[in-house]
Structure formats: C-alpha cells, structure tokens
C-alpha cells in the first residue's frame, strides 16, 4: 500500500509563513510527478505547485513569488514552503503524487489526507 500524509499546517497570521511536509511511504518504485492542491470551503480543489521528476515547476498565479515547491528525492518527501500567507490562503491543502509501485506499473495518482491551514486577519 502507498500513504502520503501532510503535516505543517496551522493557525497563522496574515504575513506570517509555514512550511508543509508531504511524505509517501509504502511499495513505491518511482515516483513521477508531486503536486500541492487546496480547496477552500465552497470552492473547486486547485492546484497550488506542481513539481515534476524532471522539467519546469509551476505555481498557480496567486502564490507566484511567495510559495517554494521542493522535493527530496531519496526521502519520497516534498515540500511547501508558504511565506507573506494571506487570509484567502486560508484552505485545506493535499499533496498529490503520481507513482509506479514495481517496476512496468503505470503511474497511478495518490492523494494525502489534507492539512488545514487557516491565515488569520
């Protein structure tokens, strides 16, 4: 079985920073590529940053320039760093990963549980 599990999330005030941790174990032959989605109350999962094995990061528009996607190969654990955090910040945030769990598997996509982060004014 593959697990991701967020950790980091939290209360915070505006202007303020947090990090988030994404870490998959379990039967991974390799991983492709990780990605950070949020979903505020009433709105549609976005995506935040995507990161993949190979090839350009990209950002959504709105945390371009304060949010740092970052991945550790040989941990299987990526990374968000979140700084200037702004209220409409303020969502639960899953990671997402596409994975192989042996050698000739397609990629299948995993999600976290989600970590709230709440940014307050």
């Known amino acids: 079985q593959v697990q991701l599990v967020e950790s980091g999330g939290g209360l915070v005030q505006a202007g303020g920073s947090l990090r988030l941790s994404c870490a998959a174990s379990g039967r991974i032959f390799s991983i492709n590529s990780m990605g950070w989605y949020r979903q505020a109350p009433g709105k549609q999962r976005e995506l935040v940053a995507a990161?993949?094995?190979?090839?350009?990061?990209s950002y959504a528009d709105s945390v371009k320039g304060r949010f740092t996607i970052s991945r550790d190969h040989a941990k299987n654990t990526m990374y968000l760093q979140m700084s200037s955090l702004k209220p409409e910040d303020t969502a639960v945030y899953y990671c997402?990963?596409?994975?192989?769990?042996?050698?000739?598997?397609?990629?299948?996509?995993?999600w976290g549980q989600g970590t709230q982060v709440t940014v307050s004014s």
């Open positions: 990161i993949p094995s190979g090839g350009s990061i």
């Open positions: 997402s990963a596409a994975l192989a769990s042996k050698s000739g598997s397609p990629w299948y996509n995993y």
